[in-house]
């Protein structure tokens, strides 16, 4: 391998670790916003508010599903060490 073909290696292994973070980083705030929207669904009284809240988890977990199919079509998968992070940031 020449120096070009190596530096276009890493430079591609860079842009894809940034965008399978970025990925990530949008399931995680999609898997939020639907938690929002069914504690918002749990806690108002007004009609209109708990429609706002069903269409707001609907269009979250919509939002997810559709970047999960991203994430699998590409490969990408969390291991445990990530779940068990995101725990622990969760109990602290």
């Not at 399978?20 to 007004?46: G, H, P, T």
């Amino acid at each position: 391998m020449n120096k070009k073909n190596i530096v276009e290696y890493l430079m591609n292994q860079t842009e894809d670790s940034k965008m399978y973070a970025k990925l990530i980083e949008d399931m995680e705030i999609a898997k939020m916003e639907i938690n929002v929207a069914r504690s918002m669904f749990n806690n108002v009284n007004d009609d209109k508010l708990i429609e706002v809240a069903i269409y707001s988890e609907y269009v979250a977990r919509k939002r997810y599903d559709y970047l999960l199919s991203i994430a699998r079509e590409r490969g990408i998968s969390v291991g445990i060490n990530y779940v068990v992070d995101k725990n622990v940031q969760i109990a602290e």
